[in-house]
């Protein structure tokens, strides 16, 4: 190892908070430093070639190092680096962004507010859809709905809308006003279901969950169309137009949370398309940029905007904003990266391989530790069991989460391993054939070596 590595390593345990870690045992492991990357593979400082199955963090859609968005982002640096939007001032490439997100959502959606990530718009949207209640004389719609095993940030208030236990654990959360229904988790229905019976499950757990709160008093439901950080769990197809087609009855907002999913993770550009889902509100970040720099976005429908907008007081401000709002170096990597999508071809060459990612899942049923593949476009999840028969997954004291991460990555292959022994993968959109070949070699040879620890074998009914 390196000496300037085993420095960094140092200054690392000394000072750097990681998100979602165990502080201390991150201490005594030490951080694996990144050095580099290249298409779809990174290089550590230890020299090891990785194959990247999960895009960074579910966000670098046209991989690593491509030069034309470095190149954007330098010319945008170079003419104005920073521009606020308050005063009513603003750049170039966030008004071109805007209006190109506009052109490329779904038709309901006219107006957009430009955040830094995914966290700070679903707590844009929480806010501003108070507000609009407020506006619009409806002041007792203050409670808000979402999904078991949902993600949506981890925000003062996102996080409570996410439903995963270790971001509530200590945070006092979630909040009264917060509520969630199940997810439409068809491996984990009772035996007999289908999809349709998931479907219409969710249907009803919605209105009765609006019933029981009272219709005047539900702001929104939120929900992502495949659910990442729960496990990428993958809804029947249908399932997210029946829950527009209640939340329109019930008279609720409905929210579509698409920060992993947008930007042709699921196939089309985003995945509420797929089904001619037409939202209120949708959120986005990761692949909006490609993860080159932060940015996110809150977009929203003209009636929503209008309420907010006609509600106010004339010359009076909508007191919501943040100072790197709509930042213009930012928004000139997003047309960058958007262009790349349309005019580079990448939307249609992901759509090209997705068979070979699908393919390549399925076939893992066959492994003993397997127990269900699912997938959706270049996103997908193993999930794994000691019994295929009876479903039943492994003790939590046996650490299977973290064996799986490391055997992967001593097989030069990073993907998200869960605690509940989930495999979550997101290559990125430029992947080949031959490299998903190779990951679905690693990947194998991962399952067989963990496979053959006894404490593991041992486990397997």
Known sequence: MPSNTSSLIDLDRAHLIHPVAP???????GVTVLESGHGAWLKDAAGNELLDAFAGLWCVNVGYGQESVVQAATAQMRKLPYATGYFHFGSEPAIQLAAKLVEIAPPSLKHVYLTLGGSEAIDAAVRLIVHYYNATGRPGKKQFISL?????GSSSTGAGLTALPVFHRGFDLPRPEQHYIASPYLYRSPEGSTAQSVIDASVQSLRAKVASLGADNVAAFFCEPIQGSGGVIVPPTGWLKAMRQACTELGILFVVDEVITGFGRTGPMFACQAEGVEPDLMTMAKGLTSGYAPMGALMMSDAVYAGIADGAAP??????????????????IALEVIRIYQEGGMLAHAQKVAPHFAQGL??????????EARHRG?????????NKTTKAGFDPALG??????ETGYRNGLVFRSFGDNILGFAPALCYTEGEFSQLFRRLEKTLDEVLAVPEVRRALG
């Open 23 to 29: 502080w201390r045992k991150h201490e005594q492991r």
């Open 362 to 371: 399925d076939a893992l049923t066959a492994h003993p530790l397997v127990g």
């Open 315 to 332: 010359g009076v401000p909508i007191g919501h904003g943040a100072t790197y709002s709509a930042h213009p170096v930012s928004a000139a």
């Open 378 to 386: 270049l996103l997908g999840a193993l999930e794994l069991v000691s």
């Open 400 to 405: 299977l989460s973290d064996l799986l991460f």
């Open 148 to 152: 078991e095993r949902g993600y949506h």
